[in-house]
């Protein structure tokens, strides 16, 4: 499960703690959940630094996403500690076709496989950039309308065992 905390909750040294305890009463597993801190807002403070690097190491996976649109760098990734970098939809568009996309996500892949971080293209709506991404399909996750659109509880879960259903591979 992940969800977005954004860069002003993490001002917040007990954050950590707070998401710790929700976790216990719900038993579930740190492990369990990625957080994703949206890149469009710089992290700014050693605060901010600290409360991340807690999350880590209580266990929680830390996504990075839109990247492409906002502050973090390439170099950044070394020094930050995500798990998963999301690219943004706005590099994904038309992929096909956009010489500086392709040369930005090869670069993205390069580096978070040498980093062994997770990879994930955002965005995925026409199968012509569906087609383009396969080539990175063994270490490349990717999202999109092209296969679903957001949904209530109740419908994802129906919807996600169709899928299982329609795509699990033969044994």
């Not at 996403?65 to 038309?94: A, M, Y």
């Not at 659109?149 to 419908?155: A, G």
Request: charged share 20%.
């Amino acid at each position: 499960m992940a969800f977005n905390l954004s860069p002003t909750q993490l001002d917040d040294l007990n954050c950590p703690n707070k998401l710790l305890l929700i976790l216990k009463l719900n038993q579930i597993m740190p492990s369990n959940i990625i957080i994703e801190i949206t890149e469009q807002h710089a992290l700014s403070s050693l605060t901010q630094l600290e409360t991340l690097n807690r999350l880590r190491m209580h266990g929680f996976g830390l996504s990075l996403d839109d990247f492409g649109v906002g502050f973090t760098n390439i170099n950044q990734l070394r020094n930050l500690p995500f798990t998963e970098v999301k690219i943004d939809r706005s590099l994904i568009s038309h992929i096909e076709t956009d010489l500086f996309s392709q040369v930005v996500v090869s670069s993205l892949f390069n580096i978070t496989s040498k980093d062994h971080l997770d990879l994930v293209a955002e965005g995925v709506e026409r199968q012509e950039e569906l087609t383009y991404l396969k080539h990175y399909k063994r270490n490349l996750a990717i999202q999109g309308f092209l296969f679903s659109c957001p949904k209530p509880q109740d419908e994802f879960i129906s919807w996600a065992k169709d899928w299982l259903k329609t795509y699990k591979s033969p044994a």
